[in-house]
């Protein structure tokens, strides 16, 4: 069963950094394109970052490019990502997806950045 | 970056109806990159349709999608009580990749 656990978020200052992580479990995680999207809760699903099979392709938002960076350890199965200089509309619950096109999701984790 | 657009914001319908959701893009979509996703309230998003009419594993069948270029759909052909719940579009062609606002179907 193909399972995704994030970790990471949690209460941090405007101009903090975070880093979250997510462990996967239960198909080639090595294999596979990666991603991050975001959703203030009660709100519509944003779109963050991904990255390619073995780390060498990464794309991001432009509300993040600069800010923000995704990187995966395929040797540990988990994926990550760095947020700096955070801002309080990065707050959001962050949730990991595994595919080119995101057909599996872990539960998320809620990054709160306070102002 | 694509700007998709999802219509209604809204739909309210009973159980057994059939369901159109529409999602049209600014501009076409790379390959046929479009997908469909459900979430419902506290989870997090399910896949149900990828490359437009491609139903991933274990969706029921009463879901299809369509379409092409900048015009795309989602039918529901028999709602079920499970499948009241917000649905987003979302173009994986280009990036930034981008989601759709959503389009919540409610019991009426």
């Known amino acids: 069963e193909v399972q995704l656990v994030e970790s990471g978020g949690g209460l941090v200052q405007a101009g903090g950094s975070l880093r979250l992580s997510c462990i996967a479990s239960?198909?080639?995680?090595?294999?596979?394109?990666m991603q991050w999207v975001r959703q203030v809760p009660g709100k519509g699903l944003v779109w963050v970052s991904r990255?390619?099979?073995?780390?060498?392709?990464?794309n991001y938002a432009d509300s993040v490019k600069g800010r923000f960076t995704i990187s995966r350890d395929n040797t540990n199965n988990t994926l990550y990502l760095q947020m700096d200089s955070l801002r309080a509309e990065d707050t959001a619950v962050y949730y990991c997806?595994?595919?080119?096109?995101?057909?599996?999701w872990g539960q998320g984790t809620l990054v709160t950045v306070s102002s | 970056e694509i700007v998709l657009t999802q219509s209604p914001g809204t739909l309210s319908l009973s159980p057994g109806e059939r369901a159109t959701l529409s999602c049209r893009a600014s501009?076409?979509?790379?390959?046929?990159?479009l997908g469909w996703y459900q979430q419902k309230p506290g989870q997090a998003p399910r896949l149900l349709i990828y490359?437009?009419?491609s139903r991933a594993t274990g969706i029921p069948d009463r879901f299809s999608g369509s379409g092409s270029g900048t015009d795309f759909s989602l039918t529901i052909s028999r709602l079920e009580p499970e499948d009241f719940a917000v649905y987003y579009c979302?173009?994986?062609?280009?990036?930034?990749?981008?989601f759709g606002g959503g389009t919540k179907v409610e019991i009426k």
């Open positions: 490359g437009v009419s």
């Open positions: 501009q076409s979509v790379r390959n046929n990159f």
């Open positions: 997806a595994s595919g080119f096109y995101s057909v599996k």
């Open positions: 239960g198909f080639t995680f090595s294999s596979d394109w």
């Open positions: 990255i390619n099979s073995d780390g060498s392709t990464t």
């Open positions: 979302q173009q994986y062609g280009t990036s930034p990749q981008t």
